[in-house]
């Protein structure tokens, strides 16, 4: 099965700074890459998806981008605000109607004001 | 976006009692809900998937004796843990989606914390 590998499990940065996560995924089927936010006692919700026929997604101060080759896919935020503080989780699945995502491990991003 | 509700948040109960959490999506039809397993600083696990008015499919490792689920509706499920015992203590989260289109969004439920003394 996928198997989805997401780096580094904490990170801390200042306000204003860029941060960066990263994933890898194994299934080369794999097509769906979303990413969830999960902020202390919340619920993940999704802030930003991608699949696999484009390269980069931006959204204001977040973007994805993917590369198949290579088999990544990273998120990246920029100009930091303590509220980014949060889990972040990747994911990688095989789309359509009925896919299942298989997690990275979550990374704890630390936005110091 | 689209609500999921799960109910309770918190329960404590004893060793050898069951308890039963449920999932409840409040304004889309849940097609196909996810049981997911959270530990401290963890991912999320998945235990297991269900669709409307089928049987669940558990992932490798996950007892189905142990963990019955049941999606007897569009917008119901419910994870019963039986004869629940200390180690069964964890965050339990449950997502659902509607699966009429392609890529639908997951929509994740408050969780429930469980303890078992």
């Known amino acids: 099965g996928e198997n989805v590998e997401q780096h580094p499990s904490t990170l801390s940065v200042q306000e204003g700074d860029s941060a960066v996560i990263k994933c890898t995924y194994s299934?080369?089927?794999?097509?769906?890459f979303p990413w969830y936010k999960q902020e202390l006692g919340k619920r993940p919700q999704l802030i930003i998806d991608?699949?696999?026929?484009?390269g980069e997604k931006k959204d204001q101060r977040i973007a994805v981008t993917l590369n198949k080759t290579a088999k990544h896919f990273s998120l990246h935020i920029t100009e930091t605000q303590p509220e980014d503080s949060a889990v972040y989780f990747c994911?990688?699945?095989?789309?359509?109607?009925?896919?299942?995502?298989?997690f990275g491990r979550g990374t704890s991003l630390i936005v110091h004001p | 976006g689209a609500v999921v509700s799960q109910h309770p948040s918190w329960v404590i109960c004893k060793s050898g009692t069951s308890v039963k959490i449920e999932c409840r999506s409040l304004d889309f039809q849940a097609t196909t809900m996810f049981w997911y397993r959270q530990f401290p600083k963890q991912s999320l696990m998945l235990m297991a998937t269900?669709?409307?008015?089928?049987?669940?499919?558990?992932e490798q490792g996950v007892e189905k004796d142990k963990f019955l689920i049941n999606h007897a509706s569009l917008t119901l499920s419910t994870l019963t843990v039986t004869s629940a015992h200390p180690e069964d203590s964890s965050f339990y989260i449950c997502s659902a989606r509607n699966d009429r289109g392609m890529f639908g969004e997951l929509f994740f439920g408050e969780g429930s914390r469980l303890t078992v003394l």
């Open positions: 994911a990688a699945s095989i789309g359509g109607g009925s896919y299942i995502p298989t």
């Open positions: 991608i699949r696999s026929n484009v």
């Open positions: 269900s669709n409307e008015g089928s049987k669940a499919t558990y």
């Open positions: 299934d080369s089927a794999s097509n769906y």
